[in-house]
């Protein structure tokens, strides 16, 4: 099982900050195979990134994803108010399909 | 409009049994794969199960292999989830989701549903 660790656990910015989320897999993934979603209380994850650094349908590009090896990152540029919430990567390139940990963005 | 509604979820004692529906709309259902996530408690997302759009394959997360059986009725545009043999463990928001594209079953999941709660307890 390809384990996906993402850090930090818990990101403390202000609106317009930018943002840098990262997530390591335990083993070497194909960077078409990775995604991120944020998800905000009480609702269900949104598709934000697929293959590592396309942004889904309606995804402001304030977001971006990016790959170097087995390390992925997903930075957004200027943080605005509905920006906070928990972001998961995934990867759906072997199964099982896993997700990381998340990482919650905070309002500083 | 493309809609995954997810249904069934319930209160059910340890080993007992549970049947979750997922209803689609607003595309053609059987030329997708669907997924099924589930969410403990303020815990991260957990994938459970996937089919492909025929049907004809089918994976599961090991800690629920045996257990459960992910299958869909492409006339009806439904996705169920038979799950047998409930553990307190299993106690989660369980969300059904859409592969992103048509094809290869290894994709993206584009479109969820709001969830249904599975509560585990005696």
């Known amino acids: 099982e390809i384990v996906l660790t993402q850090s930090p656990g818990t990101l403390s910015l202000s609106p317009g900050e930018r943002a840098t989320l990262s997530c390591r897999a335990s083993?070497?993934?194909?960077?078409?195979?990775i995604a991120w979603y944020q998800q905000k209380p009480g609702q269900a994850p949104r598709l934000l990134i697929y293959?590592?650094?396309n942004r889904a349908t309606g995804i402001p590009d304030r977001f971006s994803g990016s790959v170097s090896g087995t390390d992925f990152t997903l930075i957004i540029t200027r943080l605005e108010a509905e920006d906070f919430a928990v972001y998961y990567c995934q990867q759906y390139g072997r199964s099982p399909w896993t997700f990381g940990q998340g990482t919650k963005v905070e309002i500083k | 409009e493309v809609q995954l509604l997810e249904s069934g979820g319930d209160l059910v004692q340890p080993g007992g049994s549970l049947r979750l529906s997922c209803a689609a709309s607003?595309?053609?259902?059987?030329?997708?794969?669907i997924t099924w996530v589930r969410q403990a408690p303020g815990k991260g997302l957990e994938w459970v199960a996937h089919i492909s759009g025929s049907g004809d394959r089918t994976f599961y997360a090991d800690s629920v292999k045996g257990r459960f059986t992910i299958s869909r009725d492409n006339s009806k545009n439904t996705l169920s989830l038979q799950m047998n043999s409930l553990r307190v463990e299993d106690t989660a928001v369980y969300y059904c989701?859409?592969?992103?594209?048509?094809?290869?079953?290894?994709?993206?999941?584009?479109?969820w549903g709001q969830g249904t709660m599975v509560t585990v307890s005696s």
């Open positions: 607003g595309f053609t259902f059987s030329t997708y794969a």
């Open positions: 083993q070497s993934v194909d960077s078409l195979y």
């Open positions: 293959a590592a650094s």
């Open positions: 989701a859409k592969n992103m594209l048509s094809g290869d079953m290894r994709n993206a999941f584009d479109v």
